[in-house]
């Protein structure tokens, strides 16, 4: 069974960094996508940042500029470095990972940015 386990995640000031990991377990292939999502208090999930393949990306145009998606060579790990953070990226992080028709999450890692 593929398990994906994030990491990272904390409490951190307005203006600050932090470094989110996200590493899949239970599986032996390579997935096509992988990302981030969120999640703040009383709205919907929406996308963060993706990486498709090796290196094709894109971020939600709140975060473009200031976070940074990678993931490893083998494609079971991913990656978001988030920087100058702000109150308002304050949510609960998902990891998610597709291969071909099937999509999976992680248990998601809270982030919280303080003013």
């Known amino acids: 069974q593929v398990r994906l386990v994030e990491s990272g995640g904390g409490l951190v000031q307005a203006g600050g960094s932090l470094r989110l990991s996200c590493a899949a377990s239970g599986t032996i292939f390579s997935f096509n996508s992988m990302g981030w999502y969120r999640q703040a208090p009383g709205k919907e999930r929406e996308l963060v940042a993706r990486?498709?393949?090796?290196?094709?990306?894109n971020y939600a145009d709140s975060v473009k500029g200031r976070f940074s998606i990678s993931r490893d060579a083998a494609r079971k790990a991913v990656y978001l470095q988030m920087d100058t953070l702000k109150p308002e990226d304050t949510a609960v992080y998902f990891c998610?990972?597709?291969?071909?028709?099937?999509?999976?999450w992680g248990q998601g890692t809270q982030v919280t940015v303080s003013s």
């Open positions: 998610n990972a597709e291969f071909y028709s099937r999509s999976f």
């Open positions: 990486i498709e393949g090796a290196s094709s990306t």
